[in-house]
């Protein structure tokens, strides 16, 4: 239950770069990314403590809980494909399908965005800024095509109002997005199966 300031003293202190377990070290670390994108948008202090790490092997991948994350994350692009069978107009008027249409789409690119988080901590690569960076940092190693890092920027950019605002949400966007972008989360969610299932993880 640390705090966000807690967090970033322990990662940028020895004691975590120390620890053996690389597996708890990483889910820690990962989760600590996502809370200051949430928090601060990276700024500097994020930054710097997530720019302290060891100069040695890369960290370990749970193979498990990423595929736990890919499972969950199918599982939301169902329930969004079955949304998306609803007429337009039938949607716009009905409060209750497309607050959940918002609920299913925003628990999707929690996914989407966390696991991301998760690989770059764990294969070490440049610490991202921004949501989008997430993507391309996953596409500059192969983890997913650049194409579909591009796509689904989209959502990147709808997760905060998803999150925060979601009164203020187009609703033709939202249902624009389940109409358009449930391939891409399909996309994803086999392209990173795939790199973790290679064994290739360095």
Known sequence: QASLLQRAQIIRSWSLLYQRDQKRRVHFEARSVMEYLEFKKYDDVQSKALAERTRGE??????????????????YTTLLADLRQIE???????????????????????LLLGT????VTALALPKPEAYHDILDALAGHAVIERALAYRLEHLANLR??????????????????????????????DQVEKFVGTGDLS
Do not use: C, M, S
Not at 58 to 75: G, H, K, Q, S, T
Not at 100 to 109: D, E, F, R, T
């Open 88 to 110: 337009h107009t039938k949607f716009k008027a009905d409060p209750k399908l497309y607050g959940l249409a918002q609920w299913h789409l925003q628990q999707a690119v929690e």
């Open 116 to 119: 991301g988080a998760y690989l």
């Open 58 to 75: 890369r960290f370990a991948i749970d193979a498990a809980y990423v595929r736990a994350r890919i499972a969950r994350l199918r599982e």
């Open 160 to 189: 905060n109002l998803l999150a925060y605002d979601r009164e203020q949400t187009d609703i033709d966007d939202v249902y624009g997005q389940i109409q358009t972008r449930i391939p891409d989360l399909v996309a994803f969610a």
